[in-house]
């Protein structure tokens, strides 16, 4: 079992940053990927970024550029900084591990709302 707890998030204004951050305990020998999805409201849930343990990182192309995914393996942790938010990136953030790659989401965190509005 794995389980992640997310922090960060919040209301913030079209072209302001935020930073969420995601912590992992309990078998985190198991874990490969860490990353973060999204979900809109009457839309499907959707991978934002990834990271492997070993630094390889998988974005959407809707944040390419905008949005920075980063890891220490040391501290089990992995974050999301976002930069030049827009109304669009409103959503539920959810972390998730994967133990292989990029394939098979398996644990998540609650979710934490990111809203862009002015």
């Known amino acids: 079992q794995v389980q992640l707890v997310e922090s960060g998030g919040g209301l913030v204004q079209p072209g302001g940053s935020l930073r969420l951050s995601c912590a992992a305990s309990g078998s985190i020998f198991s874990i490969n990927v860490m990353g973060w999805y999204r979900q809109a409201p009457g839309k499907e849930r959707e991978l934002v970024a990834g990271?492997?343990?070993?630094?390889?990182?998988k974005y959407a192309d809707s944040v390419k550029g905008r949005f920075t995914v980063s890891r220490d393996n040391g501290k089990n942790t992995v974050l999301l900084q976002m930069n030049s938010l827009k109304p669009e990136d409103t959503a539920v953030y959810y972390c998730?591990?994967?133990?292989?790659?990029?394939?098979?989401?398996?644990?998540w965190g609650q979710g934490t709302q990111v809203t862009v509005s002015s």
């Open positions: 998730y591990s994967d133990p292989y790659g990029f394939v098979a989401p398996t644990y």
């Open positions: 990271i492997t343990r070993g630094g390889v990182t």
